[in-house]
T-cell receptor, first 115, second 111 residues
Framework: GAGVSQTPSNKVTEKGKYVELRCDPI?????LYWYRQSLGQGPEFLIY????????DSGLPNDRFFAVRPEGSVSTLKIQRTERGDSAVYLC?????????????FGPGTRLLVL | GESVGLHLPTLSVQEGDNSIINCAYSNSASDYFIWYKQESGKGPQFIID?????DKRQGQRVTVLLNKTVKHLSLQIAATQPGDSAVYFC??????????FGAGTRLFVKA
C-alpha cells in the first residue's frame, strides 16, 4: 500500500502565527512518531503515539508544540506562536505496533520556514 | 530543493569501490541499531539493522558491523553506485520505541 504521507510538503509562515502539519501513516500501523530535523542534523524525537494516545511526548521542546491523533490514524502536529527557531523539516514515521526493534517508515517531511 | 546536512562529514568514493561509513554511539544500554539513507528532499529510508547480540549482519550489497566494546558501528556498501549518494544516519534504540539518530555522513559517489 501507500507509504507515509505528509502535508503540506512546504510551509512558509510568519513569526507568531499558528501552523498545523498533517501526517497520514501507513494503513494498519498503530504506532506513529514525529521527529524534527534541523539542517545538518539527524532527526530528533518529538512524540510517539500508540493508537490515539501520546505514549511519550518528552521530545516536544515546549508548550507551544502539541500533537493529536484522535482516531488512531491521521496525526496533526500543531505549533502555536511560531518562532524563527522552529524552522526545520518535520518528519513523521509509523510502525506496525511500536514494539522494540520495529522498523519505522518515514514520510517525506514538511519543510517549515518561519520568517 | 533543500539539501539535508550541508556541513556533515563527507565521504567521497569512486563508483565501483567499496564504502565504509562509521558511527560511534553513546549509550551502552542500546540494544538495537539501524542504518538509514536519506536523499535530498526525502525522509530517511531503512537500510539494515542489527541487534546487540550480533556483531555482523549482511544484506544486499550492505554489511553492518557492531563493536560493542568500543561502541562503534559501521556500514559497508559494496560496489558503490551513483544511486548510493545520500546522507547516511546510524540510529540506536534502547529497547523501546525511542530512536536516537546520529549526525549523519554524506556519501558522494564519483562516476
Amino acid at each position: 500500500g501507500a507509504g507515509v504521507s505528509q502535508t503540506p510538503s512546504n510551509k512558509v509562515t510568519e513569526k507568531g502565527k499558528y501552523v498545523e502539519l498533517r501526517c497520514d501513516p501507513i494503513s494498519g500501523h498503530t504506532a506513529l512518531y514525529w521527529y524534527r530535523q534541523s539542517l545538518g542534523q539527524g532527526p530528533e524525537f518529538l512524540i510517539y503515539f500508540q493508537g490515539t494516545g501520546a505514549a511519550d511526548d518528552s521530545g516536544l521542546p515546549n508548550d507551544r508544540f502539541f500533537a493529536v491523533r484522535p482516531e488512531g490514524s491521521v496525526s496533526t502536529l500543531k505549533i502555536q506562536r511560531t518562532e524563527r527557531g522552529d524552522s526545520a523539516v518535520y518528519l513523521c514515521a509509523s510502525s506496525l505496533s511500536g514494539g522494540a526493534g520495529e522498523t519505522q517508515y518515514f514520510g517525506p517531511g514538511t519543510r517549515l520556514l518561519v520568517l | 530543493g533543500e539539501s539535508v546536512g550541508l556541513h556533515l562529514p563527507t565521504l567521497s568514493v569512486q563508483e565501483g569501490d567499496n564504502s565504509i561509513i562509521n558511527c560511534a554511539y553513546s549509550n551502552s544500554a542500546s540494544d538495537y541499531f539501524i542504518w538509514y539513507k536519506q536523499e535530498s528532499g526525502k525522509g530517511p529510508q531503512f537500510i539494515i539493522d542489527i541487534r546487540s547480540n550480533m556483531d555482523k549482519r549482511q544484506g544486499q550489497r550492505v554489511t553492518v558491523l557492531l563493536n560493542k566494546t568500543v561502541k562503534h558501528l559501521s556500514l559497508q556498501i559494496a560496489a558503490t553506485q551513483p544511486g548510493d549518494s545520500a546522507v547516511y544516519f546510524c540510529a540506536e534504540n534502547t529497547g523501546g520505541f525511542k530512536t536516537i539518530f546520529g549526525a549523519g555522513t554524506r556519501l558522494f559517489v564519483k562516476a
